[in-house]
């Protein structure tokens, strides 16, 4: 059973425009939510992450909007760049163990 | 990237074979982790372990055997695999796995491996 579910699997989006992943989960333990991004021939980087007490966190282009009560958490690439193409994980952490659970990716392609 | 490195980078290996994956972490960190990065599905959890004790293994086969000597240093030995276990293996480390800790992961490079 997949405890984050994420969409679409792939996604491409021109220059200049708006990206946009989302990710579900079911289990109400979890208290933290990262994405990371993954370059081909890297390991994932973390990009951005947000804690269920707030609805939005911004950092630069990025922004993480989160919705406690339908148990949904999204991100946003503002202005993409051909740059940003790469592969998205989200993931949430929690509780027994305090285990990471990922998503199971988005390839994000920006065309220039 | 250089806080988590993982040697070698690429492994291709025949199924009689035995080798073994290395990590090492620069951070000070105490829980180290393998995963399996297959094409088109989640990151799968292989291992945990935590202050050098192993405290979770995710029903993975025998002919994968992790080692962790030391909380800076984890090790995964190979022997007799399937062409199925071909996949990108990562490493990464945590602060802890202190419950209510939200110190995030930090991955390695990964190996890629090749069975044969």
């Known amino acids: 059973q997949q405890q984050v579910k994420q969409s679409p699997q792939s996604l491409i989006v021109q220059k200049g425009g708006i990206s946009i992943i989302n990710c579900a989960y079911e289990?109400?333990?979890?208290?933290?939510f990262p994405w990371y991004q993954q370059f081909p021939g890297k390991g994932p980087a973390l990009l951005i992450a947000?804690?269920?007490?707030?609805s939005e966190k911004k950092e630069g282009r990025f922004t993480i909007s989160f919705n406690k009560s339908a148990k949904q958490f999204s991100l946003h690439i503002m202005d993409s760049q051909p740059g940003d193409s790469a592969t998205y994980f989200c993931?949430?952490?929690?509780?027994?163990?305090?285990?990471?659970?990922f998503g199971s990716g988005t390839k994000l392609n920006v065309k220039p | 990237e250089t806080g988590v490195t993982q040697t070698p980078r690429h492994l291709v290996m025949g199924m009689t074979n035995k080798k073994s994956l290395k990590c090492e972490q620069h951070?000070?960190?105490?829980?180290m982790y393998w995963y399996k990065q297959s094409a088109k599905k989640p990151l799968e959890l292989m291992f945990v372990?935590?202050?050098?004790?192993?405290?979770e293994n995710n029903s993975v086969p025998s002919r994968f055997s992790p080692e962790c000597p030391n909380s800076s240093h984890l090790f995964l030995h190979l022997h007799t695999l399937q062409p199925e276990d071909s996949a990108l293996y990562l490493c990464?480390?945590?602060?802890?796995?202190?419950?209510?800790?939200?110190?995030?992961?930090?991955f390695g490079p990964g190996t890629r491996l090749t069975v044969l």
């Open positions: 947000i804690r269920p007490d707030v």
């Open positions: 289990n109400t333990a979890f208290d933290y």
């Open positions: 990464a480390s945590s602060q802890s796995l202190a419950i209510g800790s939200t110190d995030t992961q930090y």
């Open positions: 951070l000070g960190h105490n829980a």
């Open positions: 372990y935590n202050f050098k004790e192993q405290t």
């Open positions: 993931a949430a952490r929690g509780g027994n163990f305090n285990k990471f659970y």
